[in-house]
């Protein structure tokens, strides 16, 4: 539900926060692929989350290709 809090941020102050939102999407995607990911997950802790019930091919997956283009 990340993508709330990155919209949020952008109305109150598109500049001030596009830094902020990117370093974010990267670091939380950037873990998942260093966990060996092939897909993205429903949370940054995957399946460990929800009693081991968490997605671990999700559609919020799709999010960051949204906030680059619109913030690159």
Do not use: V
């Not at 990117?22 to 998942?32: A, E, G, S, T, V």
């Not at 995957?46 to 997605?55: C, H, I, K, Q, V």
């Amino acid at each position: 539900m990340i993508c709330f809090k990155y919209d949020a941020l952008l109305k109150t102050d598109k500049e001030k926060y596009k830094k902020y939102i990117l370093d974010d999407i990267r670091k939380k995607y950037k873990k998942m692929l260093g966990q060996g990911a092939t897909s993205f997950w429903e949370t940054e802790n995957g399946a460990n989350d929800f009693d081991n019930a968490g997605s671990l091919c999700h559609g919020w997956s799709s999010m960051p290709i949204y906030y680059y283009n619109i913030l690159l």
